[in-house]
Each structure stands twice: as C-alpha cells, then as structure tokens.
C-alpha cells in the first residue's frame, strides 16, 4: 500500500520555466491538499480540493494552478518558476475535512 | 501573523525521560488539533488529534492536553525512546479543510 505517491523527487528548474508536480493517492480519500515548507516557516496550504471537481485555494496560492485530475490525482502546476517558489512540496490526502491528514514524502524544487 | 505558534526550536531529553511540547494559538475559532512527527527527507506522519471537546488524548506513549482558556496545547511523550528524535509540527484548524501548522519543534531524544 503505496499511500500518498510524489513525483518527481527533486527538481531543479531555471526562472521562468513551467513544471507540473504530480501526486496520487490509493486511499480512497476524497480531500487532497498542496503544502510548501519552507526554512522556519512550517508548513503553508498552497490549494486543496474537497472533493473531485472541486478545488480552493489555501494560504500562499500566488503563482499555483491546481488539478484534481481524478478521486486519485491531483497535480499542482507552476507556470512561470520564481526563485521565491524554490521550496519542498509536500502533498497530501485525508478522508475528509477534520480527519487525520496523510502526507507524501515530498518533492525538493530548487529554481535558479 | 502567526495563528499556531511552537517557541521552541528545539528540545533535548533523555532516554526514557518525559518529552513535552508545547503549542499555542490565537484563533479561538479552531476546534481541531493535531500532532505530526516528520523525520529527514519523509513527509509529516501523524500522530495524535483532540477536538475541542475534550482536554486529553491519549494513544500508548503519547499524550495530548488542550487548554482552550490559554488557548495552549502540549504532546507528552513517556517514556522517550531514541527514535522519537524528529521534527514535530501541531496544526489547527476549525472545522475545514484548512491545517495551520506551527513552526515546529526539533525533539533529540539521548541515551
């Protein structure tokens, strides 16, 4: 049982190239989410989706577009990278609101 | 502003000593509360909740309190072991989808 599956695992990107993060979970859940962490900053709520066809934005949504591809998938995309979005992504997936939230082991972007 | 706040970077115990971190936040609002552990190049693992309800959850080692007057939240861990030696993050929410994390707290655990 994989759980929350990332990919890639790390990305190294130029300014202003675009990238897709890719993540998909085999729980059957039906609420996905998009983390940052960053250095001393904890983890912030970039987009989550409630359901399948259905997607919200988060604390620091700038810069983001989000896809909940199927119950399964959900990919978050950076159109134009910034320096400022080199950051480890962390998605990942609960049943539903207010349940425990189980997390994919990241993806370490670094744009130059 | 920060809603979910661990003052404490870091916190060293030893081997089957108490653990105790603390966490506190400002939103009155939120009802939901978390305990994650996350290990070096892992994603966050769960660990214990309490709802707003109650004061105390317990599961084998691990202890939440929540004091909603002081709006503070603290994980005890007994008896530490080694592998408990982690990241730990508190996050809130209330009554959404939307986690607040705190900071975190870097827990070494010595022999």
């Known amino acids: 049982n994989a759980g929350v599956t990332q990919t890639p695992k790390f990305q190294v990107l130029k300014t202003g190239q675009s990238m897709t993060l890719q993540c998909a979970q085999d729980?059957?859940?039906?609420?996905m989410y998009w983390y940052r962490q960053d250095p001393g900053m904890g983890l912030r709520l970039i987009y989550y989706?409630?359901?399948?066809?259905?997607?919200d934005k988060g604390e620091v949504p700038n810069g983001y577009n989000v896809s909940r591809l199927n119950k399964r998938e959900f990919s978050l995309r950076l159109e134009s990278a910034a320096p400022s979005q080199t950051s480890v992504y962390f998605c990942?997936?609960?049943?539903?609101?207010?349940?425990?939230?189980?997390f994919g082991d990241g993806t370490r972007l670094s744009i130059l | 502003d920060q809603q979910v706040k661990q003052n404490s970077p870091s916190l060293s115990v030893q081997e089957g000593r108490i653990s105790i971190l603390n966490c506190d936040y400002t939103?009155?609002?939120?009802?939901?509360f978390l305990w994650y552990k996350k290990y070096p190049a892992e994603g966050p693992t769960f660990l214990i909740s309490?709802?707003?309800?109650?004061d105390k959850n317990e599961d084998g080692r691990f202890t939440v309190f929540l004091n909603k007057s002081a709006k503070h939240l603290s994980l005890h861990i007994v008896p530490s072991q080694p592998g408990d030696s982690a990241v730990y993050f508190c996050?809130?929410?209330?009554?959404?989808?939307?986690?607040?994390f705190g900071t975190g707290t870097r827990l070494q655990v010595f022999p």
């Open positions: 990942a997936s609960s049943e539903t609101a207010n349940q425990p939230q189980h």
């Open positions: 729980m059957n859940h039906n609420s």
């Open positions: 989706s409630a359901s399948e066809g259905t997607t």
């Open positions: 939103n009155s609002m939120f009802d939901y």
């Open positions: 309490i709802s707003s309800i109650k």
């Open positions: 996050a809130a929410s209330e009554g959404t989808d939307k986690l607040i």
